[in-house]
């Protein structure tokens, strides 16, 4: 995820509107989650949308030739932060149905464990890894931050600290598999 803010040009204002972009290369279905830990985080330091924040989205719907022009886009809106979600390449091919890996394990039987729940949304059995949504949530710290006149380049740069352990029991299921009880119970999320 990148935050990016343009130079400091004038004080923090009170009572001020703030209009944050948001760039994503996914469709805004599969980022909806991340929006919406986003929105929290903002929530909980005190903003409130469409009194003290405003936010302008735009999705290339996986398209990364898109790219460049939703985001010079968002820059012409003169917003006072962007938030690009993830190198956007990477994602791209990523996102590129991480569906299909999910169909292929499935298929030649193989119980795989992947490092994001996306992937056990699109079929596939399990994920241990970063939570995303948190790391929205986290970033709203950031944006905060730098709304109160911290420069970007200033601030130190985080580890995830929550990571979580989703199961899906479906998969499981069509693949012979039986999940111990302790592991369900561990697990952030069960998908039935």
């Known amino acids: 995820m990148l935050l990016a803010a343009p130079p400091a040009t004038e004080g ?14 996914s469709p805004r279905e599969s980022v909806a989650h991340l929006l919406k830990a986003l929105q929290e985080g903002l ?12 936010f302008e989205h735009r ?3 996986g398209t990364l030739a898109r790219l460049p022009e939703l985001a010079a886009d968002l820059v012409s809106l ?22 299909l890996i999910a169909n292929l394990a499935a298929r030649h039987r193989l119980p795989a464990i992947f490092p994001e729940r996306e992937f056990v949304d699109a079929g596939g059995l399990m994920s241990y890894g970063a939570s995303l949504s948190d790391q929205f949530h986290r970033a709203a710290t950031y944006i905060d931050k730098i709304l109160k006149g911290a420069k970007p380049a200033d601030l130190p740069i985080e580890q995830p600290t929550k990571f979580e352990l989703v199961i899906n029991v479906k998969t499981a299921k069509a693949l012979g598999l039986t999940i111990s009880p302790s592991l369900l119970g561990r697990a952030d999320e069960v998908i039935q």
């Not at 929530?43 to 405003?54: A, D, M, P, T, W």
């Not at 003169?78 to 990523?94: E, L």
Request: a positive charge.
């Open 12 to 25: 923090q204002q009170t009572g001020k509107v703030w209009r944050i972009g948001y760039l994503s290369i």
């Open 43 to 54: 929530r909980e330091l005190g903003y409130s949308e469409g009194r003290s924040v405003v």
């Open 59 to 61: 999705f290339a719907d």
């Open 78 to 99: 003169r917003m006072n932060i962007i938030v690009a979600h993830g190198a956007t390449s990477t994602r791209a091919v990523k996102d590129a149905n991480r569906t």
